[in-house]
């Protein structure tokens, strides 16, 4: 589908006769494809150990939802399944769909993932506005394949607009959880409202054109127009891909500076790093950024672009999707993503969270490829 709907392994002859003419991403004696069926191996395999690794518990036997592993998962996965002749969502997509429905349906019940009595104000506000549109994005874009909209997803619509800030300075926005890590808790308030306009775009049945909520969506156009030009680089990616699903967020010309901007930061062997993309952050213990290409970057640069319209046969397009291609781990499955905040060992548990993110958004641009 197009939107949230999303992967394969694929060969793509074009991408192959483009690095003969535009230079070789990074490995030239590997085979320009990718692997469909390893990729959901190791997607699973990760959300599995999410879904029970204590740290991430919450009460009601529920899990919390991360930007990093949950979130990516939930908009990649589907996209895997025609290549894997599934039928319908996985066993641990339906686990990972239960626990979400689960707490829209108690979400006066529920405690918030980090509550103010634990970890001190707001973070109850924090959690309850970041939650609501997680929440939100994940039930819309599943239901957008059926055209309809589930009673779940559009409770999970209300709760999200029930906490949308409507006074202040980010008025328009929702709090949004601040644990001083980029890209997704550190100055992250206008990345959740650029999620809460694709969870609107996204939901089925001319949703974003309901009555009641044309004022909410007032101060959200509002929100994101006025404090775009503030924001680090990876954040107007990602408005530039919620722009193609919500009508008014950027202009023509607005879309093609962003591109510009975005394609301006490609780097010789076709690939993008993030470190470029988020303006003058430092890691919190004073190592250097990681400057090399990373799977994250170019898979949402690359996926933000086709969404944008791009054809795949511009360029530079063809040339990030390209490193995409060669630089899949063979083994894991995985495309490789650095820590912003601090130097991280790739095999841990944590160290993987860039890289959770970066195979589901590698699989999100390769399949708008396919």
């Given at each position: 589908m197009?939107?949230?709907?999303f992967g394969t392994g694929i060969m793509v002859a074009c991408l192959v006769a483009s690095l003969?003419?535009?230079?070789k991403p990074s490995s030239p004696s590997e085979s320009a494809s990718w692997n469909g069926k390893a990729a959901a191996a190791y997607l699973d395999g990760r959300l599995t150990w999410w879904m029970a690794w204590p740290v991430a518990a919450r009460d009601h036997g529920t899990f919390c939802i991360s930007c990093h592993t949950v979130l990516p998962y939930?908009?990649?996965r589907p996209a895997l399944r025609a290549s894997l002749r599934e039928q319908d969502a996985s066993p641990i997509e339906r686990q990972l769909l239960d626990n979400v429905r689960k707490r829209v349906r108690m979400w006066k019940e529920v405690e918030p993932f980090y509550p103010d009595e634990k970890r001190g104000v707001p973070k109850t506000a924090e959690s309850r506005g970041t939650e609501s549109?997680?929440?939100?994005?994940?039930?819309?874009?599943?239901?957008?394949p059926t055209g309809k909209l589930s009673p779940e997803a559009r409770?999970?619509?209300d709760n999200m607009w029930g906490q949308q800030l409507a006074t202040g300075e980010a008025r328009g926005a929702w709090s949004w959880l601040q644990f001083h890590n980029q890209p997704w808790e550190g100055d992250s308030q206008y990345y959740g409202a650029t999620l809460a306009a694709l969870a609107v775009g996204v939901a089925p049945g001319d949703y974003r054109s309901a009555p009641e909520i044309q004022e909410n969506m007032k101060l959200l156009r509002a929100?994101?127009?006025r404090e775009r030009e503030a924001q680090v680089l990876i954040n107007q990616v990602v408005l530039l891909w919620a722009s193609t699903?919500?009508?008014n967020?950027?202009?023509g010309a607005q879309q093609k500076s962003i591109m510009d901007e975005a394609l301006s930061k490609q780097q010789a062997d076709g690939g993008f790093s993030l470190s470029s993309f988020v303006g003058a952050w430092k890691r919190q213990d004073g190592t250097p950024l990681e400057t090399r290409s990373d799977g994250y970057a170019t898979g949402v640069v690359t996926f933000a672009l086709q969404e944008a319209g791009v054809r795949r046969d511009q360029p530079q397009l063809n040339r990030g999707l390209a490193w995409l291609l060669l630089n899949q781990d063979k083994t894991e499955g995985r495309w490789l993503a650095y820590s912003l905040n601090k130097q991280r060992d790739l095999s841990s548990d944590t160290g993987r969270f860039m890289s959770d993110a970066a195979t589901a958004y590698a699989v999100l641009a390769l399949q708008g490829a396919n």
């Open positions: 197009k939107g949230i709907t003969l003419t535009l230079g939930a908009m990649a549109i997680l929440n939100a994005l994940i039930l819309a874009g599943y239901d957008a409770l999970a619509l929100y994101l127009v699903k919500v009508p967020l950027l202009t």
